[in-house]
């Protein structure tokens, strides 16, 4: 098995352009089963979880096709409405199949998600939901056998008592096309959901997103949807990876292609921790070291607009360098310190217990050899290697290529020392 090998300290200087979100573009290649026909989607990035999304479709009876950074997806033909076990097991989006399917041939079989191994992540609200959407479930072990009472699938009012975001993406691939108004409320309003439901829109779907402390999503059921092209938007948790681990080694950089108001709340922390932040045009943010890193009191993970899940443990390890105690507080998944130990073998100095988590940061971490738990605990140690002094190496790659594009690559280009080897 292939690792990182990464000589650490190298100040990271340079821009970049930053890659699709693998959050938005898994939903959006799912929902293009609702059209039939030949659906563009650009800045598609070529991850691990969008490969095997396609190798989902292609056994459906979708076409699709690469072509540099767009993905081309031919849905005329699909005939498919069974998903095996072992394809299911490869990512948790694997259960938006579910809404999608059910809304295209109005029967489905699929097996339990996977996906990282970050807390249960049962599917009990997606099941509840398309339950009132009038599908009946009928679940014999890992098996998921889901068909359309009736003619279609009925709008209904969904009340989630947490905005899970699997859950409002399965619901909206199930209301679009369904008989009425179904109406989210407490839905999930990640800005991949919008994404998702602004390619939507383009097909011809109608969908309001209302934003207020009770966050709702309506979706009117309309007759049919029309393929697009369409533009995934970026990756904020990439771009908030390159961020840290630039902090990291006291660099700088520039990213483009990036919308500062998905990295409202990581921006503030950054700032708080010493990086001095710019944004230009609209879409390219500038970020430097200004003074010595600082502990920030306290970062607590909420579903959006709060700090998300998915960057904890990479700001988690860029504290790890901050002058003073940070205090982190994992409200999402239950099992998401994974990452711990590994940091630890960097000579982080951490404490956990149960959601808490407490680092008390040193000015100079050693080199490791450590080992991805998951997808972000992954990119975690990447900044933790790209601050410490000496060569450290990253094993399980496999997981930190389910969302990062060619990652030695993009550091390569800021001038890190790094290599898969
Ligand atoms: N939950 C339930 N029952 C359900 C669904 C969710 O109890 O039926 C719980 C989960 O166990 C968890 C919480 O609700 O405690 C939130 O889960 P949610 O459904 O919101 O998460 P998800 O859809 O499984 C997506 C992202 C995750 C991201 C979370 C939260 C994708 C493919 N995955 O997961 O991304 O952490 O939302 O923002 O969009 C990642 O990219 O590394 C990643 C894990």
Same mark, same amino acid.
């Given at each position: 098995?292939? #690792?990182?090998?990464?000589?650490?300290?190298? #100040?990271?200087?340079?821009?970049?352009?930053?890659?699709?979100?693998?959050?938005?573009?898994?939903?959006?290649?799912? *929902?293009?089963?609702?059209?039939?026909?030949?659906?563009?989607?650009?800045?598609?990035?070529?991850?691990?979880?969008?490969?095997?999304?396609?190798?989902?479709?292609?056994?459906?009876?979708?076409?699709?096709?690469?072509?540099?950074?767009?993905?081309?997806?031919?849905?005329?033909?699909?005939?498919?409405?069974?998903?095996?076990? =072992?394809?299911?097991?490869?990512?948790?989006?694997?259960?938006?199949?579910?809404?999608?399917?059910?809304?295209?041939?109005?029967?489905?079989?699929?097996?339990?998600?996977?996906?990282? /191994?970050?807390?249960?992540?049962?599917?009990?609200? =997606?099941?509840?939901?398309?339950?009132?959407?009038?599908?009946?479930?009928?679940?014999?072990?890992?098996?998921?056998?889901?068909?359309?009472?009736?003619?279609?699938?009925?709008?209904?009012?969904?009340?989630?008592?947490?905005?899970?975001? $699997?859950?409002?993406?399965?619901?909206?691939?199930?209301?679009?096309?369904?008989?009425?108004?179904?109406?989210?409320?407490?839905?999930?309003?990640?800005?991949?959901?919008?994404?998702?439901?602004?390619?939507?829109?383009?097909?011809?779907?109608?969908? #309001?997103?209302?934003?207020?402390?009770?966050?709702?999503?309506?979706?009117? $059921?309309?007759? &049919?949807?029309?393929?697009?092209?369409?533009?995934?938007?970026?990756?904020?948790?990439? %771009?908030?990876?390159? !961020?840290? %681990?630039?902090? %990291?080694?006291?660099?700088?950089?520039?990213? &483009?292609?990036? &919308?500062?108001?998905?990295?409202?709340?990581?921006?503030?922390?950054?700032?708080?921790?010493?990086?001095?932040?710019?944004?230009?045009?609209? /879409?390219?943010?500038?970020?430097?070291?200004?003074?010595?890193?600082?502990?920030?009191?306290?970062?607590?993970?909420?579903? =959006?607009?709060?700090?998300?899940? /998915?960057?904890?443990?990479?700001?988690?390890?860029?504290?790890?360098?901050?002058?003073?105690?940070?205090?982190?507080?994992?409200?999402? !998944?239950?099992?998401?310190?994974?990452?711990?130990?590994?940091?630890?073998?960097?000579?982080?100095?951490?404490?956990?217990?149960?959601?808490?988590?407490?680092?008390?940061?040193?000015?100079?971490?050693?080199?490791?050899?450590?080992?991805?738990?998951?997808?972000?605990?992954?990119?975690?140690?990447?900044?933790? *290697?790209?601050?410490? =002094?000496?060569?450290?190496?990253?094993?399980?790659?496999?997981?930190?290529?389910?969302?990062?594009?060619?990652?030695?690559?993009?550091? !390569?280009?800021? $001038?890190?020392?790094?290599?898969?080897?």
């Amino acid at each position: 098995m292939k #690792k990182l090998v990464i000589y650490g300290s190298k #100040k990271l200087k340079g821009e970049l352009t930053v890659q699709g979100s693998k959050n938005a573009s898994l939903p959006i290649l799912i *929902a293009t089963i609702l059209t039939k026909g030949e659906n563009i989607l650009k800045r598609c990035p070529n991850l691990n979880d969008t490969i095997n999304t396609c190798k989902i479709l292609t056994i459906l009876g979708c076409k699709t096709k690469r072509q540099e950074n767009s993905l081309i997806v031919d849905t005329t033909n699909l005939y498919g409405n069974e998903i095996s076990k =072992h394809l299911m097991s490869t990512m948790r989006s694997s259960i938006i199949f579910l809404g999608a399917l059910l809304a295209r041939c109005k029967e489905a079989i699929v097996y339990l998600p996977g996906g990282c /191994d970050i807390g249960t992540r049962p599917i009990n609200f =997606h099941i509840s939901a398309l339950k009132q959407m009038g599908i009946q479930v009928k679940k014999t072990g890992e098996k998921l056998h889901c068909k359309v009472k009736g003619e279609k699938i009925k709008g209904a009012n969904i009340f989630l008592s947490f905005p899970s975001v $699997g859950t409002t993406e399965n619901i909206i691939l199930a209301a679009v096309t369904a008989e009425g108004t179904t109406n989210i409320f407490n839905a999930a309003i990640e800005p991949e959901i919008e994404d998702l439901c602004n390619y939507l829109k383009k097909c011809g779907a109608k969908i #309001k997103v209302t934003k207020n402390n009770k966050n709702s999503i309506s979706i009117e $059921g309309v007759e &049919k949807l029309n393929p697009c092209t369409y533009k995934i938007m970026p990756d904020r948790i990439v %771009a908030a990876t390159i !961020f840290s %681990a630039v902090a %990291a080694t006291k660099g700088e950089v520039l990213l &483009k292609s990036i &919308k500062p108001i998905h990295l409202n709340h990581t921006l503030k922390i950054l700032n708080e921790m010493g990086c001095l932040i710019k944004t230009y045009d609209d /879409d390219n943010i500038f970020l430097k070291i200004k003074k010595p890193l600082k502990a920030v009191k306290e970062i607590k993970t909420m579903p =959006h607009p709060g700090f998300p899940t /998915d960057l904890q443990p990479i700001i988690m390890a860029l504290s790890c360098f901050a002058k003073g105690t940070t205090i982190f507080i994992e409200t999402i !998944f239950e099992n998401r310190f994974r990452h711990v130990p590994e940091l630890e073998k960097f000579g982080a100095i951490i404490k956990v217990k149960n959601r808490i988590c407490v680092t008390k940061g040193i000015a100079n971490l050693h080199s490791a050899n450590v080992c991805a738990t998951d997808l972000r605990g992954g990119a975690a140690l990447i900044v933790a *290697a790209m601050g410490a =002094h000496g060569i450290s190496k990253i094993c399980n790659l496999p997981y930190i290529d389910r969302g990062y594009e060619k990652i030695e690559e993009q550091f !390569f280009k800021l $001038g890190a020392n790094i290599f898969r080897k």
